[in-house]
Each structure stands twice: as C-alpha cells, then as structure tokens.
C-alpha cells in the first residue's frame, strides 16, 4: 500500500555548497543505498516519487528544508529517518519525518536570518532604519520572461535588526511562493549600495516556511 512521508532536514555547513540539482540526485542515491521501497511514477520512463519545496539558493544555509517522498509499502517514520540518516552526507540532518499536512502549493513565505559580519553594527543599525524608510526600494529582479522593476519595500518584512559585537544580525520575512519569490540576497544587495554602507561577505539561514496565514508549513 503506497504511503507519503514527508522530511524535514537542516542543510549546514559544507552541505550549503551542494546546488538543488545536486541535492535531488544526492537524496536519489541515498534512497537507494537506504533500500527505502520507493514508489515510481508510471510510464516508459519511471522515476522516484520525489518532490522538494522551495529550492534554497546555493551558499544559503537552512534549518527548514523540506523533502516528500511516496512508498510503495508502508515504513514507519522512525525507520525511514534512521535508514537515511546513516546515508546522508555531512551537513544534513533530518529532523523528523511525518505525514504532510499542508499542499507544496500552499507555502507563501520564507522567514531568513541574515548575518552581516561588520566593525561598527550600531552604524549599521542607523543605516539600515533609514534604508526601509525609504519610500520605495526598486530593483531589477530576473524572471523567466527576463528583467521586471521589483519595489522590495512591498514586500520585506523586518522582524528584528540587532547590532551585536562584529555583526550585524537581521530576521526578515519575503514571499516565497510561486507567484512572488523575494531572494533576501537582493534586499541586502541594495542595501550595500548606500554610501557608508560596508559589511563583510552575507551569511543567510532559512529558519522557516510558511502558509498564507503566516502558520508553519508542516
């Protein structure tokens, strides 16, 4: 009897640099050397029941990213998670496996947390308050038609901005839908054209999906 799970797995560390390509044919593999009972789709070119949520930008680190797979007979959570926990690569750990709540469709947004490495955070802080003050903040985003003018302002939610000792750390809310999709790396790319603006190189973590409702996608 087919059964769905769906994954909850961190990707830290070294595991950044794998690109979402890479990852699908990495968890391929490792269902395989899992001996999970996959189930395949029909046809003259079968292939592994398998469906990721929204792709994470190469470099970026996440705490939440999700994987759902379809068995042809039924496996307990426990098992599956234990079976591919011992194959996966360094830098990514499930959390846990469960059955789907919500639709892939219904994920609307993504919660990020930013981190600026800089030597004076408190002038960054000033800085960035009067960046979002802006009236609007537009920038050129590429799309599969090509270029469009993107006002970011509409669209970023700033839940915190804290100076601490040699970083300047951000939580930040963005669409991450089908529909809209805001890469936070275009929010603090424009902000590191202000005069005076100067940081070291970003460090970005996913921490959360979310539903329209702004609920926890599970």
């Known amino acids: 009897m087919k059964t769905t799970v769906r994954m909850k797995f961190s ?8 690109s979402h390509l890479d990852l699908m044919r990495c968890f391929q593999r490792c269902i395989r050397r899992a001996e999970l009972p996959i189930a395949y789709s029909a046809g ?11 792709a994470l930008s190469l470099g970026f680190e996440s705490d939440c990213e999700i994987i759902e797979i379809g068995l042809a007979q039924e496996m307990s959570f426990e098992e599956v998670k234990s079976r591919m926990q011992a194959v996966l690569p360094e830098g990514i ?3 846990k496996c469960y ?8 994920i609307s947004f993504a919660e990020y947390e930013v981190t600026l490495p800089c ?11 009067e960046f ?16 469009r003018e993107m006002d970011l302002k509409e669209y970023t939610e700033c839940l915190s901005a804290d100076a601490e000792e ?4 951000l939580y930040l809310r ?5 529909t809209v999709n805001v890469n936070p790396s275009l929010l603090i790319d424009e902000f590191g054209k202000m005069e005076s603006v100067s940081f070291g190189f970003p460090k970005y973590c996913r921490k959360m999906l979310l539903c329209a409702e702004k609920t926890e996608f599970f």
């Open 132 to 147: 979002l003050s802006r009236d609007k903040i537009p920038v050129m985003k590429k799309t599969k038609r090509g270029f």
């Open 174 to 178: 963005l669409p991450a839908g089908s």
């Open 99 to 106: 059955a789907p709540v919500h639709k892939m469709g219904q």
């Open 44 to 54: 003259f070119h079968p292939h592994m029941q398998i469906v990721f949520a929204a």
């Open 11 to 18: 990707k830290t560390g070294r595991a950044k640099y794998i």
């Open 166 to 169: 040699g970083a300047f750390l």
């Open 119 to 129: 030597e004076n955070s408190e002038e960054l802080l000033s800085l960035w308050r």
């Open 93 to 95: 750990e499930i959390e």
